[in-house]
């Protein structure tokens, strides 16, 4: 499975954006989606998940800000960031595992190359 993130770039402050993600390949059955972001000199944070029955889970510091969606049909998560702030600038990297009858398996855990989200104060 290889996913594909796109949407990133340079915004000011209070700015939006819509990051996605499809992916493709040998699909078996896409559980969780996610997205994640790291920061220099920060590690990997999750940042938003999403299951299979579509209940969301969001880190503090962007709760009612970002909001993130999937459509199974395509294979994408998508991540719809508003008023972004310069403490938003990061590599966001979205992650797709996959599970069988609601199990995680765990070699089926895919991550994306990451999308650049510049905020500028």
């Known amino acids: 499975v290889q996913l594909q993130a796109s949407g990133g770039g340079l915004v000011q402050a209070g700015g939006s954006l819509r990051l996605s993600c499809v992916a493709s390949g040998s699909i078996f059955s896409i559980n969780r989606m996610a997205w994640y972001r790291q920061a220099p000199g920060n590690q990997r944070e999750m940042v938003a998940a999403i299951t299979s029955s579509g209940s969301t889970v969001y880190a503090d510091p962007v709760k009612g800000r970002f909001t993130i969606s999937r459509d199974d049909a395509e294979n994408a998560v998508y991540l719809q960031v508003n008023s972004l702030k310069p403490e938003d600038t990061a590599v966001y990297y979205c992650?797709?595992?996959?599970?069988?009858?609601?199990?995680?398996?765990?070699?089926?855990?895919?991550w994306g190359q990451g999308t650049q989200v510049t905020v500028s104060s």
């Open positions: 992650n797709v595992d996959e599970a069988i009858a609601g199990v995680p398996i765990p070699q089926n855990d895919y």
